[in-house]
């Protein structure tokens, strides 16, 4: 059997070549996790964490807690669950995330689009004329939205998501192939924008591969779910997802690569001379929040599916 | 040599030739690295590790979804 460098069996393969058991896979995890909380969390923080019952996030929100807790004075710290009522997939993340978050004493917070919009995800679906706007544009709008409001209300001052190296390749990717770069020049670990309605957004998993935390899942989550989302194969983001795993075989090291030249090289140029793509942050004419547009996305959205205003 | 392979949770009996990886039975079922994790004989492995016959290969997709 493939060995460790402890002498322990192997169960990932790094793209570097390295071999590591599961025990240096979750220390490895968490190194990263705690370098970037490091770098980026003040004492003066409150956080909260986006939460789904999924692998990416249940790691991250362990982790947060773990480090947290180790601190001489904790930081408040909060999981915050989106429920878009995806039916066969979001009834059993949730009902994972809330034992997780009792069994670790972590406040957790539930927000479902049926209260905030009147409607499931499943029924949008089924009124939702236009088949050019996917399922991942109306619910990551959404649940953006509602993330955002959620977490300012709850006095959060960083809010922390679980989106892995993964990720953040397909994002880039559609980005630059949908000719939005504008947006591109919005991401990075950190994502802090000169608007008091907006909590900084921070991804502690940047660089951590969805492999290594599908085997961290199954190796330390015996009842984690894994199911996927069942709108997913049809989104522009499966298509990404296949190219990059594809190229990925082929070369690598790839997505890493890609990933570290974007946030050291093109993100600091793209935030020093915005593209015109990207559009300027204004106030929503309808609902106040900040918006890239006359009228945010998420208002265009809930006016064309006659949808009630967001009310988190 | 034959091996007992699930997938996509379902199941069926695959032939390889007599000495072979886990990287060689993903490449003859047209399997991307990156979208699975192998799982022997009830372990987590790598797709370097060597098979033989009669073992028994689940592979698990990595799904996706935070």
Redesign the interface.
Known sequence: ??ECRCGR?????GSGGR?TC?DHLSEWLRSQVFAELKKFIKSSDSLAV?A?G????TALLEMVHDWNCERNNPLPLKAILIDEGITG?REF?RKFLEKFCEFHDIPLTVVTFRESLGSNLDSIMKRRKDSQVSSCTICGAFRRYLLNRVAREAGATKLL????L??EVQTLLMNLFTGNVGQAGRKGELSETPDDLFVPRFKPLIRV???AL??HG??HYPSLP????PY?RESLRYEM??MA??Y??LHPGFKLKLINTYLRDILPALQKTPPKSGGNLQKCECCGEPASQLICKTCQLRQTLGLKAPDA | MKLEVELEKKKQTVELKARGTIKDLMDHLNL????Y?PILNG???????NLKTGDKVKF???????
Not at chain 2, 32 to 35: F, G, R
Not at chain 2, 43 to 49: K, R
Not at chain 2, 60 to 66: F, K, L, Y
Request: charged letters at 30%; one cysteine or more.
């Open positions: 059997m493939d069996p192997a169960v990932y393969h071999l599961g986006a789904s999924g692998k990416d996030s997939y993340t998501l679980a989106h892995n993964d990720d591969p969805e492999k599908t085997i199954l190796l894994d199911r996927e989302c997913l997802r296949l795993n594809e990925e075989t | 991307i690295l990156d979208e994790v372990t987590v492995v790598t797709e370097l590790e698990v997709r990595v799904w996706s979804g935070g």
